[in-house]
């Protein structure tokens, strides 16, 4: 990946005014060195995704002072995210050229009370504001006055270096809101020499070079992507020159280029980085022009793939347009173009789909096989805040969506079908374990959901430590496997007579399955054993979630004005191809 | 070869490249601000491929100056 200059970046951001975006953040940028540039490359990489970004940059080095005082710009501000930088040479002050006039044990009180101040800022922080705080961790320089001897001191620099780094490390772990960027590993990729500039730090104290900021800008614009849940879900990939070398219509079964010597091996490097992705959750489908026959043999027999049938959600496999298979996986799998990522090495069908199907990212893949891997490595886009165990197993159920689609297809009608899945809901309430996962939902939901109120974690337990309010989510099973938490409800109470829904999703893949009805029905219930006499809610109609619109009506809600409210008399029925249980 | 550098002054500091002349400097274009100086000569260096030393980055006070500075380091500007 090779990144535009900065100036490009200044200019353009100047063009951004009268620019229409569809999603709004406020970042922070706090650094102990000059962090000019970043903010306005941060504008334009947002502006690219349509994404309004508003930034505040804090005076130079004053990061203590504007974190401390209750009163600073930083806090009237009202950020979303806030990345506080700080290099190894401003934390260790002089110790950082003499790390040897002190004793080891001085050393290491020294890297104690530096956490600590850490500690006070990030605790001071999290009172004062909702905003996420990403804090990057110190490089360890190469450079040590010990030289070869420095792996053998105890406790030396870069020991003491690495110890700041692991307790920081420690320390965010524990809280939801705070993320450690790992600037030392930024400085590993590129390179001390690259990254440190001795002309540019002595004369502008620029601490990451002029063209090593953008790069730094696309990292930290993963946190953006994650804040917003806006990263992709699926990659979509054709065969042929892309996942193994050749063509195996023509080269046959024996001539394609996949196993381990060069350049086949490069396909199976590629296949890898796909299977790590798959296996934290990103769905795989496959979009080729080929014969069904021939590359399903490549598939499940060749001794050298790496992806088999059972990590794909969706084959189209076939002689068909390749925008028309987009459209079809996109339908299948339930998820919407923007969150596809297609990978194709023929730059004729990638401009074809770039055209067709904007929503879809389009990857420019290198011309070189062996850059394959490394052009996947270097996606932010498939950035997010919290990985749920939902997430991991997503590869699996998609496939075990497949299963269901293929019975739906072999069953007469919806009816016979919903009985033959035998759907079973388990309600859950909102804790530790679901919280993440409640939140993500309603970050991430556009279809099936009512209001497209987006919730931090944090929200989510204020929400759920409030006795005014009732959060909950429902965990679906049927006779192919378990589709984890992928409903959701937040429920008002408005008064002793009634409740309000803030909010109500279905993820979609579990629409058409009436699984709605099922948690709704457990809402009436427990409305009911509260003597409770009227629930009312909102449609919010979005650009995006018209499949909910006739869901209050369907439940027997009446229009009232802008509401609709359901009486408590009304009759309402859980469909009998549901189990409702609640924890 | 003027115009090459006169083209990159203009798209660094956002001004047409007919402005620029080599009595131009900080003082007389409006965006030339402090750090845009230091992009200035980053972009100069990876353009022209050589490398200021930092008397020569401070030494910067007007686009004569650059050319100077360039011209020491091998880079021919026939106007």
Known sequence: ?583 | MSKRLYDLISRVMNVPASSINDDEGPESIESWSSFKGYVLLYELETEFKVKFTIDEAMDVKKVADIKRHLSNHGVILND
């Open chain 1, 1 to 583: 990946m090779i990144e535009k200059q900065l100036s490009y970046y200044i200019n353009k951001a100047t063009e951004l005014d009268g620019q229409t975006f569809e999603k709004k953040i406020r970042v922070a940028l706090l650094g102990s060195f000059t962090l000019n540039g970043l903010a306005e490359i941060l504008q334009v990489k947002c502006a690219e995704k349509k994404i309004q970004c508003i930034t505040y940059v804090g005076g130079y080095n004053q990061y203590n002072q504007e974190i401390l005082d209750q009163d600073s710009n930083l806090y009237k501000f009202l950020p979303d995210i806030s990345f506080l930088l700080i290099d190894s040479r401003t934390i260790l002050g002089e110790i950082f050229h003499h790390p040897y006039s002190l004793s080891t044990e001085d050393r290491k009180r020294f890297i104690d009370k530096k956490i600590e101040e850490i500690q006070k800022l990030i605790e001071v922080f999290g009172k004062k504001t909702n905003s996420k705080l990403v804090i990057t961790n110190f490089n360890i320089p190469t450079f040590s006055p010990y030289g070869i001897f420095e792996t053998k001191t105890d406790y030396g620099l870069r020991r003491m270096i690495n110890e700041l780094n692991n307790k920081l490390s420690e320390l965010a772990f524990t809280l939801d809101s705070v993320f450690v960027y790992d600037f030392n590993n930024f400085v590993i990729k590129h390179g001390e020499k690259n990254v440190f500039d001795y002309n540019q730090f002595l004369f502008g104290d620029i601490k990451v070079s002029l063209d090593h900021i953008p790069y730094l800008a696309h990292d930290l614009l993963s946190y953006v992507i994650g804040q917003l849940g806006i990263s992709k879900k699926c990659i979509v990939i054709d065969l042929d020159n892309t996942l193994w070398g050749g063509i195996v219509g023509e080269d046959g079964f024996n001539g394609i280029k996949l196993g381990p010597e060069p350049p086949g091996n490069a396909y199976v490097e590629f296949q890898r980085v796909l299977l790590s992705l798959y296996q934290r959750g990103i769905i795989l489908a496959i979009n080729s022009k080929n014969n069904y026959e021939d590359a399903i043999k490549v598939i499940k027999e060749h001794p050298y793939m790496v992806l088999r049938e059972e990590h794909f959600a969706c084959l189209k496999i076939n002689w068909n347009d390749k925008v028309s298979n987009m459209q079809e996986i996109a339908n299948e799998l339930n998820i919407g173009l923007d969150s596809i990522v297609f990978i194709d090495d023929d730059p004729v069908n990638r401009e074809y789909m770039k055209v067709s199907l904007s929503p879809v990212l389009t990857l420019d893949l290198p011309q070189d096989p062996s850059q394959y891997a490394s052009a996947i490595k270097n996606m932010n886009e498939f950035s997010v805040l919290n990985i749920t165990t939902e997430d991991s197993k997503r590869g699996k159920m998609y496939t075990e969506q497949r299963k269901r689609n293929e019975l739906e297809k072999s069953t007469p009608d919806l009816e016979s079908f919903l009985k033959q899945l035998n759907l079973k809901i388990l309600i859950k309430n909102a804790n530790e374990f679901t919280i993440p996962r409640i939140s993500q939902l309603t970050l991430k939901t556009n279809q099936f959901n009512l209001t497209t109120k987006r919730y931090q974690e944090t929200d989510i337990k204020k929400f759920s430590q409030d006795q005014q309010y009732l959060v909950g989510c429902a965990q679906v099973e049927d006779r192919f496997g378990d589709n984890g938490i992928t409903g959701v409800f937040i429920v008002r109470k408005e008064n002793a007579k009634e409740w309000f829904i803030d909010t109500f999703l279905l993820s979609c893949r579990i629409m058409g399955r009436e699984v709605e009805k099922g948690i709704f029905g457990h809402i009436l219930n427990k409305a009911k054993a509260n003597g409770v006499e009227r629930i009312k809610a909102q449609f919010i109609p979005s650009q995006k979630n018209k499949p909910i619109e006739d869901f209050l009506p369907n439940c027997g809600f009446k229009k009232e004005g802008d509401y609709w409210v359901y009486s408590i008399k009304s009759q309402f029925v859980i469909p009998n191809c549901l189990t409702v249980r609640a924890e």
